[in-house]
């Protein structure tokens, strides 16, 4: 994954660079927004980092300017200014995903996979398969080595979005604004509470374990 | 206001005076015109010599300049007889010619002059009759008495305004010290101390209200920053004071990587704790400026309560409590979905946070004329009278040892949500657990 960070503050910049350097991911640093917007438009990346609150430039204005002439590199804002209509603001302006301050690095890294790998997983994916499990998107029919699971709404829609990304970390947040549609954080596990049933059905009839705790981080499907 | 009263009474004054010399003259000029009348009818019956009877003057009698002077300056009046343009009797003055009654300035320099009443008149075909009469004393009588009356009075009056403003001025002036001095005195203790002053005019009588119900206002909000910023500090202090021993701990584990590893989770969940604690506040100011209005769209509630109730059932059974939904369809509201999600959300928690481990818990939403009524509740055991005038406050803990997790925050977001939705909300009394009515209105 070839990472663009556009962020002024030092220590934010080199916290994502040397996470993203062991995750072995190429990483470019540029600390004002100008730069940002020229190092976009002359090289490929794959997603692009943007600081919101830059020197001389809102982030929020150098990626209307992207977007305006034609880069359609994902991008994730991160910005301190936590509310909705900001985040509504961001996502207008043409970003693909905002992150606020601080963050947690796994969620950031979670949420920059999730960025690079939309293209291939399409809308027009009907059917999504792993390890004998099969969710039917059209029908929203899920069956494991052709047993039907009865799962409901909110169970459905999490195991959906967890099909999506095989082998990649899916947050607690992620889940919530997602499948909850919520901006906030609920104290309580509400989260959990639905993983877990959802395994209790999707898994533990069976032998394999295909939905995995990342403790304190998130979940991940796979079939290792 | 005294030197308004003044200036009328002084302008009053001289309007009178001027009625009544304007009605002496006007007597004096219809008295001159009878007399004049009276003479041409006597020239006509019995010729010149009637006249100089009447007017009890010598023949061939002409007066000179100075003798014209002291006439006038005796209040007589002077004539003038022309026979053929020729002065026979009278003075020698060129009087003013009016073929009425009139009143005229005679000036004989050096400013002297007269103020006359002056007519002319053809006795016949060759003698002409010139009269002139300066003003009668009663005019100069009452005038002079007028002049000076208004004079004295204008006089007496400025100086009762100026005695009134130099009494009221000193205590007013004594007033205000007063106010000063006693100010500097609440600085010092602004919330127990107040403001009082020995003065009986308004304006300071309302200084002193309102300057009173302002310090009752930063009292009040003094005392809010003040239970915030304790609530602050124990919200911040415990997980931060568990974290340096967290830091402590892995000094002495160093090398044993399991024990470091146990030890990074913890201090992380309790700084997250602490991050939770500044997005809640920040989120609460976010709320509380009324910036998310422009956002406000018509909501299906009913929906959005039936959408949270369905995901929050498994958190209320796993917990041992049940959560009973009971929703009409299509209850619409103005506002916020993910603002009013929290509002439910928060009262959830709370409801999962202190009713008893086995509580039934309920929602509810009904329509009502122009709002939708929403009802939150637990079966108990409900929050003590002392704590339910304070629970919508920022970090007011009815758990005053803090074990539990949160900040005290949760219902001052619902406060603060209900506000920016115009919603009333309230804690109803006499339950056996905690109620909560909310009543969002169903339009802007």
């Known amino acids: 994954m070839n990472v663009l960070i556009v962020e002024d503050d030092m220590d934010t910049a080199s916290f994502i660079k040397k996470g993203l350097v062991q995750q072995g991911e190429s990483v470019q640093h540029v600390a004002s927004a100008s730069e940002g917007m020229i190092v976009a438009s002359s090289s490929e990346f794959d997603v692009i980092i943007f600081d919101r609150l830059l020197p001389n430039m809102d982030g929020l204005d150098a990626v209307k300017v992207l977007r305006a002439s034609n880069i359609t590199t994902p991008i994730i804002m991160l910005t301190a200014l936590g509310d909705t209509a900001d985040r509504v603001a961001g996502l207008d302006a043409g970003a693909d995903d905002y992150l606020v301050k601080p963050f947690d690095f796994s969620e950031l890294y979670a949420r920059l996979k999730a960025l690079t790998r939309r293209k291939p997983i399409s809308q027009s994916t009907m059917s999504l398969s792993l390890g004998g499990l099969v969710v039917e998107r059209t029908s929203r029919k899920v069956t494991r080595d052709g047993q039907v699971i009865d799962l409901n709404t909110k169970e459905y829609q999490i195991l959906e979005f967890l099909m999506q990304s095989p082998g990649q970390l899916v947050t607690k947040t992620m889940l919530l604004e997602k499948v909850w549609g919520f901006n906030f954080d609920p104290k309580t596990s509400l989260v959990q509470t639905h993983v877990s049933r959802l395994r209790n059905k999707v898994d533990k009839p069976f032998n394999i374990e295909l939905i995995k705790t990342v403790r304190g981080c998130g979940y991940i499907i796979s079939n290792d | ?444």
């Open chain 2, 1 to 444: 206001m005294s030197a308004v009263a003044t200036i009328l009474v002084v302008c009053a004054i001289s309007i009178v005076s001027l009625i009544v010399l304007s009605a002496i003259d006007a007597n004096q000029q219809t008295e001159l015109t009878e007399y004049l009348d009276e003479v041409k009818l006597r020239y006509e019956e019995d010729g010149i010599d009637s006249i100089l009877e009447e007017l009890d003057l010598e023949p061939q009698t002409l007066w000179d300049r100075k003798e014209s002077f002291e006439r006038l300056n005796e209040h007589d009046a002077i004539f003038a007889l022309f026979i053929d343009d020729e002065l026979i009797l009278g003075t020698e003055l060129t009087l003013p010619a009016s073929s009425d009654v009139r009143w005229q300035t005679l000036d004989f320099g050096s400013n002297q002059s007269f103020k006359l009443l002056t007519l002319t008149i053809q006795l016949d075909e060759q003698q002409l009759l010139s009269i002139a009469q300066p003003v009668s004393y009663e005019h100069e009588f009452t005038s002079s008495i007028l002049v000076r009356f208004g004079i004295i009075l204008s006089c007496i009056l400025a100086l009762s305004c100026f005695i009134y403003f130099l009494i009221a001025g000193g205590n007013s002036k004594k007033a205000t010290q007063q106010i000063v001095a006693r100010l500097s005195e609440i600085g010092q203790s602004p919330d127990t101390a107040r403001l009082s002053v020995d003065s009986k005019i308004e304006l300071h009588k309302d200084i002193v209200h309102a300057t009173n119900e302002m310090l009752d206002q930063i009292t009040f909000l003094h005392g809010r920053a003040k239970t915030m910023s304790v609530g602050i500090a124990h919200d911040l202090k415990t997980p931060l004071s568990r974290v340096a021993n967290r830091l402590q701990c892995m000094r002495q584990d160093l090398g044993d990587n399991n024990a470091i590893d146990a030890h990074i989770t913890r201090a992380s969940e309790d700084l997250n704790a602490v991050i939770t604690t500044f997005n809640n506040l920040v989120r609460l100011n976010s709320i509380e400026s009324g910036k998310h209005k422009n956002n406000f769209i018509q909501i299906n509630l009913s929906e959005l309560i039936t959408d949270l109730a369905l995901s929050y059932q498994p958190v209320f059974e796993d917990s041992g409590r049940v959560l009973e939904l009971s929703a009409v369809d299509n209850v619409y509201c103005f506002g916020d979905s993910d603002l009013l999600s929290q509002l439910i959300c928060n009262l959830f928690e709370n409801a999962l946070e202190y009713s008893h481990s086995t509580a039934n818990v309920w929602i509810r939403l009904q329509s009502h004329t122009g709002s939708a009524l929403l009802q939150v509740g637990d079966d108990g055991p409900g929050i003590s009278l002392q704590d339910q005038p304070h629970i919508f406050e920022r970090f007011y803990r009815a758990d005053v040892s803090r074990s539990k997790p949160g900040n005290g925050l949760g219902l001052s977001i619902v406060k603060a949500i209900c506000d920016v939705h115009d919603a009333q909300l309230c804690l109803l009394p006499d339950q056996t657990g905690a109620v909560f009515n909310i009543e969002v209105p169903i339009s802007n």
